[in-house]
T-cell receptor
Framework: DVKVTQSSRYLVKRTGEKVFLECVQD?????MFWYRQDPGLGLRLIYF???????EKGDIPEGYSVSREKKERFSLILESASTNQTSMYLC????????????FGPGTRLTVT | GQQLNQSPQSMFIQEGEDVSMNCTSS?????WLWYKQEPGEGPVLLIA?????ELTSNGRLTAQFGITRKDSFLNISASIPSDVGIYFC????????????FGTGTRLQVFP
């Protein structure tokens, strides 16, 4: 079974703090993704990566950065957290090739106060 | 970003009933995926579809890739309380992109 894990299920941070969200997958997938999920807005893609040290902007990259130093790990960084970044953050991964199934982690619910 | 139209938005049904939901798009899709998300959890992949007209089952779940390639359907037969959750469709528009476009979700409640 594909396993995608995220470092925290719940996180509370203060405005202005630097926040790191970690995601690890154990299936040797090349592609990894970060989404945020908000009521009424659905899942929105923040960044994705198709290889180590490679990254691509998604639909809403502003205020975020990412790091992929190892194939299995993809980190999302909030350089200076703001209250409008309070959300559910979901990491996903998939294998390169013609099958496009993305497998999601359990999510991190981040609250910025 | 773009979203798929998914309907109905919510359903309240009795245990044992069958359920149908669908997603439609103005764009042609190459892939359709169906996910289920329970409260406080990440989406779990249920079914993947890759060919127009394809019909695929996963237990009591059956999904179809529409012939026009602009829609997909998910049916759940003989619903049970643990079917409760939000069901999302997701589609991939182009083979040249990794991006999925997600539906707005159908919230399913099952009453015993």
């Amino acid at each position: 079974d594909v396993k995608v894990t995220q470092s925290s299920r719940y996180l509370v941070k203060r405005t202005g703090e630097k926040v790191f969200l970690e995601c690890v997958q154990d299936m040797d997938h090349e592609n990894m993704f970060w989404y945020r999920q908000d009521p009424g807005l659905g899942l929105r893609l923040i960044y994705f990566s198709y290889d180590v040290k490679m990254k691509e902007k998604g639909d809403i990259p502003e205020g975020y950065s990412v790091s992929r130093e190892k194939k299995e790990r993809f980190s999302l960084i909030l350089e200076s957290a703001s209250t409008n970044q309070t959300s559910m953050y979901l990491c996903a991964s998939r294998r390169s090739g013609i099958r496009y199934e993305q497998y999601f982690g359990p999510g991190t619910r981040l609250t910025v106060t | 970003g773009q979203q798929l139209n998914q309907s109905p938005q919510s359903m309240f049904i009795q245990e044992g009933e069958d359920v149908s939901m669908n997603c439609t798009s103005s764009s042609i899709f190459n892939t359709w995926l169906w996910y289920k998300q329970e409260p406080g959890e990440g989406p779990v992949l249920l079914i993947a579809l890759y060919k127009a007209g394809e019909l695929t089952s996963n237990g009591r779940l059956t999904a179809q890739f529409g012939i026009t390639r602009k829609d997909s359907f998910l049916n759940i037969s003989a619903s049970i309380p643990s079917d409760v959750g939000i069901y999302f469709c997701a589609g991939q528009v182009s083979y040249n992109t990794d991006k999925l476009i997600f539906g707005t979700g159908t919230r399913l409640q099952v009453f015993p």
